[in-house]
């Protein structure tokens, strides 16, 4: 990580340059002063989803028995996230909003420069050239999202497809060098409207999924008990369902309209529960 930089939660590589003082015989990484790993690789996989600020060194040990220290950055990590098309980015600046990654629902990214130190998440959005879109993005990312709402029809936004074809498409998304979330749903895993996705996970093999992104468009938002409510009953009970960690990939008020004190405290009130229930939560 950069000194003073934002990482977004998750999986992240801790690298370094080769000690070039002696032979070495290993490295070992600090976070927070305390060792995490010993290797001879010139980095290292890290996870957390501890919404803090931290501190990392490595120290290098040569065949001789002397030892050589890296200066110790000082870097955040984040779990907020930007779901964001080319119109959209042209107007945003990520590193202000505190932002740790992003994703276009496409497999490319921005060449803005705002979005250059930003880690960046393909998506294969839906069926019909998953072959193609995976192998472009082979090696490069550290992780793969697969299909957007396939529960959903396409004059709302969904991929609108059917069950069995995603569930026959699925190897095509095993196998890379990346981790792999699960098709995004429309409706959670947990309601009783949520038969897609349950039909799609007891017919895959999970053990090849290694997240599951969530979304939230609730259709009227209640103050803290709407948020408690999309806390325990999506984010906690797909948990529960499956052991995953859970992704919220799209997030948006929708349902009301905020003219009024009363809907804008209301409006507040959920996002302020929301955010410090995801933030809380490992």
């Not at 977004?8 to 002063?33: P, R």
């Not at 779990?79 to 497999?107: F, I, S």
């Not at 192998?135 to 069995?164: C, F, H, R």
């Not at 992104?213 to 209640?222: D, F, V």
Request: charged fraction near 15%.
């Amino acid at each position: 990580p950069k000194d003073n930089g934002l990482m977004a939660a998750g999986h992240f590589d801790i690298e370094w340059s080769q000690a070039a003082n002696g032979t070495v015989k290993e490295y070992k990484v600090f976070i927070d002063d305390k060792e995490v790993a010993t290797t001879t690789e010139l980095s290292y996989d890290y996870y957390t989803t501890d919404v803090k600020m931290y501190s990392a060194y490595v120290t290098a040990e040569y065949t001789d028995g002397t030892m050589e220290t890296t200066q110790e950055v000082t870097f955040g990590v984040t779990k907020k996230g930007l779901a964001v098309n080319g119109d959209m980015g042209k107007n945003l600046n990520p590193v202000a909003m505190n932002m740790g990654w992003y994703y276009t629902w496409g497999t490319s990214g921005f060449s803005n420069y705002l979005y250059r130190n930003l880690e960046f998440v393909p998506m294969i959005w839906g069926a019909g050239n998953e072959t193609n879109a995976i192998n472009s993005i082979k090696g490069d990312y550290t992780y793969l999202l697969a299909y957007n709402e396939p529960d959903m029809g396409w004059q709302n936004g969904g991929s609108n497809m059917d069950v069995s074809v995603a569930i026959n498409n699925w190897p095509k998304f095993v196998g890379g060098d990346y981790y792999l979330g699960s098709p995004a749903p429309a409706y959670s895993p947990s309601w009783g409207n949520g038969t897609w996705f349950r039909t799609f996970m007891d017919s895959v093999d999970t053990s090849t999924i290694d997240f599951i992104p969530l979304h939230c468009y609730y259709g009227q938002y209640g103050g803290a008990a709407g948020a408690n409510s999309f806390l325990t009953e999506v984010v906690d009970k797909t948990y529960e369902m499956y052991h995953k960690p859970i992704w919220i990939t799209e997030f948006a008020v929708s349902g009301w309209g905020y003219s009024n004190t009363s809907a804008r405290k209301s409006l507040n009130e959920f996002m302020y529960t929301v955010i410090d229930g995801v933030n809380s939560r490992d």
